[in-house]
């Protein structure tokens, strides 16, 4: 178990280098863009691309935030707990998140769907068509899903061997932003 | 369904349910029970649109801003170049906390961000001079909190893109209050730590050789501040393409103070990820939110309370400041914002008062909150760098930069010119 | 029956003098309370302009309204309602929007799932510049803000610069010289303060007409009685729709004589942009470039059929002809 989650961070962390970069190559995208727009040029669409970037960044970024428990959460009344009640509380949080990836990633897949089927492309001079930009967006959030359930499972296993120390270490709550 | 939605939020809150979750789960539960209507249909798209903004990308870029900064060590030079310049005052070091923040907030546009950073630099000084960690610790969590009063600032943009008022306008009004209240902080220590000097700590003093030497250690820092809010007021850039500008200086800073290399550049990508992504859940969510609550009609019936009320602009705009206290004890920053503007903006514009001026209001009421306990992020921010010491401390140290804060707001609806004088001159 | 109705722009005069009444009273009203509503906008609830119709279709909400440009992401035909400059006045903008609206009925049946109840008018889009401008043609090499594909696309084949900035950030950018121009209604420029930045206004509806579709759910709509159906039908028409275009001319006159103070101006304190009005050469070029390059690409984008339908309906009516 301790295994299928250090691979898990791993994945992440690459996961969020990656998209670290992208935010790196919209940097440069749009200095370019600063400069030959004093020139009296344009590239067009930085403004517009800038947004599926955003879009991308935050779905992909979500999950390398929950592997490295950065989700803020409000853990006063937690740390006065025994051991036991605070795994409950992991637990409970662990759940939580896993349910809203899934309803995310599920509803997610509806905006795909429907702009497969219009063949929506984006009301700019641009047209990009909507499904590159979206498809990318609806992988971040079900990749967050599948994630999530991953830490229940591991911390069903962690509280049923009473294990919370490693528990705590999984998902627990760090005061650290 | 209002008590439902308040209890609700309260009690998922101190389950240590992740804050942006939480604005989910209340959406569905709201959803389920109250709404005649399948509007967790229209989730996805709420999602995605709520995310694909051109704008928002300004916060992955600023917060990437101050992760290049910490890591090249332009942080600490800083830090150490205002402990010369201010630390002979009454509370010794606790000014310079205040001016570092002050300087780092012109260069980022969060203010946990800003609250990290110093809280980084300051507290192992804290321990090695012997300073009362009660004060010295409040006056970083306070202080850090200016990283959205003074430009660049996360929180004006979100603001300025639910109003559609101009960000470069809000950038300005910001401005003066924020200097206004950082000397404000500094005036309050001193007459504390006059009155009371085992508040503070031992006074510094440097010669005017040491202190002129230092200077030159703030020249990246001012740099940066006058290239990005330069940029925006040449009519070279947006707010956004300024973020993006300022990357680049700092990883130019960066490169000239011989800080880059892969660990740095990975560390500061992976950190500005991981922000980013925290900050947008809770942003997300509560947009998904406010989209259930204005469908069923919530948001209808909190309007039609306040302007039931019937009293006069002055005192309708006292009732929505007391609400923003009470509420800034358990919700915060961007979720308060984003929660509150569709609702209470109107009102305010009804009332006669100006857009700009109350996104400055705002950000005061959002600072507060950012100290007020149980939910006060940069309180946590700041106790995270000195484990080991009781969490209250932070808490009593705050209290009297609340208060500054309070007097703050009393001086901004007596002289709305504060913020409106700079705006003014564009 | 209660509907819940989201409207378009809280702000904008549109909602607040004909939505606003006709939902929130003038419907209990002639359905003898049978028929009620609930109403909040789309930048109330935080929707995005473009995701209105979509959330219409799925059941989110019974009632919608809001610019049909916004919604043309998901439909490039749907584009052929609001085509610029071929409408220089009210009657010819409604004449085309009605024959454009079995073609936009079937749209919104298709792809939208919903059924067209109305199609009211936004004051036309007009150009605000912070630089001297004296005909289409001073507009070359300046930078313009548009909203809406075809408008954008318009500028670019007249040789301007589209620049994609949002609503609040125009003025700033007109006064620092990120742009030059920016295209938006008569009455949005002048309370949102653009005269303050600008210098000349050129009332040529270069944005088009911006007609607003008020459309109910398609489920909705069949789960009514016929004789609700009638009632809401006729209401619609009777006390939304044609008010809306009885005022529309008038309003576009009031506005440009508060903007440049040529005229009275009934609401407000008179201001004074110069008046740039489209001479017959401008309208000439307009149409030539309507003809040879937007509506071409408009046709590519839309497909034959639909090129076709438009030509026969909307082309027929305004004598234009796509090549
Ligand atoms: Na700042
Ligand atoms: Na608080």
Known sequence: MTSLIALLRKINHWVALTVGFILLACVAFTLVEIVVRRVGLSLGGVDEISGYVMAIVTSWGVSYALTEMAHVRIDLLRNRLIPLFRSVFDMIAILSLAATGLVVAWRGWGVVSKTLSTGARANTPLETPLWIPQIFWWAGWTWFAVTACILVLSTLYFIVRGDHDRLDNTVGARAEV | ?426 | EEFSVVGSWSSLPLHKQFETPFWTKTLSEVSGGDMTANLTTHDQMGVASGDVFRLLGQGVYDVAMTVGDYAVADSAPLEGLDVPLIATDADTARKMVEAARPMVDDIFRDVFNSKVLAIAPYPPQVVFCNAEVASLDDLKGKKIRASGRMTAKFLEALGAEGVNISFGEVPGSLQRGVIDCAVTGAGSGYNAGWWEVSTHLMTLPLGGWDPVVTAINMDKWNSLSDAQKTTLETAVKEKFEEPAWATAQDALENDIACLTGEGECTYGEARNLVLVRASEADSQKAREVLISKVLPDWAERAGAEWTKRWSETVGQVTGVEIK
């Open chain 2, 1 to 426: 369904m209002i008590p439902f939605t308040t209890f609700g939020l309260l009690g998922l809150l101190a389950l240590s349910i992740p804050v942006g979750v939480v604005l989910f789960l209340l959406a569905f539960g709201i959803d389920f029970f109250f709404s005649p209507f399948p509007l967790m249909r229209g989730l996805g798209q709420v999602v995605w649109s709520s995310s694909n903004s051109g704008t928002l990308i300004a916060i992955p870029l600023f917060v990437l801003l101050g992760e290049v900064l910490v890591r090249s060590g332009v942080a600490g030079r800083t830090y150490s170049a205002l402990d010369k310049w201010v630390s002979w005052l009454p509370g010794g070091l606790v000014h310079a906390n205040i001016a570092t923040s002050t300087m780092f907030s012109a260069t980022s546009g969060s203010s946990v961000a800003t609250a990290a950073t110093v809280a980084t630099v300051a507290m192992p000084q804290a321990r090695a001079l012997g300073y009362n960690e009660k004060l010295f610790s409040g006056a970083i969590a306070a202080g850090g909190t200016l990283g959205i009063m003074i430009p660049p600032s996360i929180n004006l943009i979100v603001y300025g893109f639910l109003t559609e008022s101009s960000i470069p306008q809000l950038f300005l009004a910001g401005l003066l209050p924020g200097l206004l209240l950082a000397v404000m902080f500094m005036a309050m220590t001193a007459f504390l730590c006059s009155a009371k000097p085992e508040l503070g700590g031992p006074r510094r003093s440097s010669t005017w050789g040491e202190k002129f030497r230092s200077l030159s250690d703030l020249l990246p820092v001012f740099g940066l501040f006058g290239v990005i809010v330069g940029s925006i007021y040449a009519g070279w850039a947006t707010p956004t393409e300024a973020a993006a500008i300022g990357v680049a200086i700092s990883l130019l800073i960066a490169f000239q103070q011989k800080a880059v290399n892969w660990n740095m550049i990975s560390s500061a990508l992976l950190g500005a990820i991981k922000t980013t992504a925290m900050i947008m859940l809770v942003v997300i969510g509560a947009y998904v939110l406010n989209f259930v609550l204005t469908a069923s009609g919530v948001s209808r019936t909190l309007q039609a309370l306040l302007e039931g009320l019937g009293m006069g602009p002055l005192a309708t705009l006292l009732v929505i400041v007391l609400i923003y206290i009470v509420l800034g004890f358990f919700i915060e920053t961007l979720s308060l914002m984003v929660a509150t503007i569709p609702i209470v903006v109107p009102i305010i514009l009804q009332l006669g008062y100006d857009k700009i001026w109350f996104g400055i209001l705002l950000i005061i009421m959002v600072e507060m909150a950012l100290i007020t306990p149980p939910v006060g992020l940069n309180l946590y921010v700041v106790q995270s760098a000195r484990k080991g010491k009781p969490f209250s401390d932070v808490m009593i140290g705050c209290i009297p930069y609340v208060l500054t804060m309070l007097m703050m707001v009393g001086l901004l609806i007596l002289a709305p010119q504060i913020a409106l004088f700079l705006p003014s001159t564009l």
